[in-house]
């Protein structure tokens, strides 16, 4: 299984920044699909998923109302638009995939290469 996470950079608080992961096709029509962060020194923590079939994506509290996940079924990508980005949310950002959308990380089968996030001012 493939996950490339590309469109990390640094932002601005209040800005921002569109994270892509690019899934091979076997894995997008079977898979549920999720984008994790970790912290430097922290625990990887989930910020967003949803299911292979698509539906309502599910968000962490920590960034509902700033961040939207969506699938682009015709690139087979997965995209994490991030809005009003705060300090907060820096971090090395994964996709993820696995059967069941759930926050535990360690449930999740495949992983993206990771992709870094930095917001300051």
């Known amino acids: 299984v493939q996950l490339q996470a590309s469109g990390g950079g640094s932002a601005e608080p209040g800005g921002s920044l569109r994270l892509s992961c690019e899934v091979e096709?076997?894995?997008?029509?079977?898979?549920?699909m999720g984008w994790f962060r970790q912290p430097r020194g922290k625990e990887r923590e989930f910020v967003a998923g949803i299911l292979f079939s698509g539906g309502r994506p599910i968000y962490a509290d920590s960034v509902k109302g700033r961040v939207t996940l969506s699938k682009d079924g015709s690139r087979n990508f997965v995209d994490l638009q991030m809005n009003s980005l705060k300090p907060e949310d820096t971090a090395v950002y994964y996709c993820?995939?696995?059967?069941?959308?759930?926050?535990?990380?360690?449930?999740?089968?495949?992983w993206g290469q990771g992709t870094l996030v930095t917001v300051s001012s």
């Open positions: 096709p076997r894995t997008y029509r079977a898979l549920d």
């Open positions: 993820a995939a696995g059967k069941g959308v759930c926050s535990g990380y360690q449930q999740w089968n495949y």
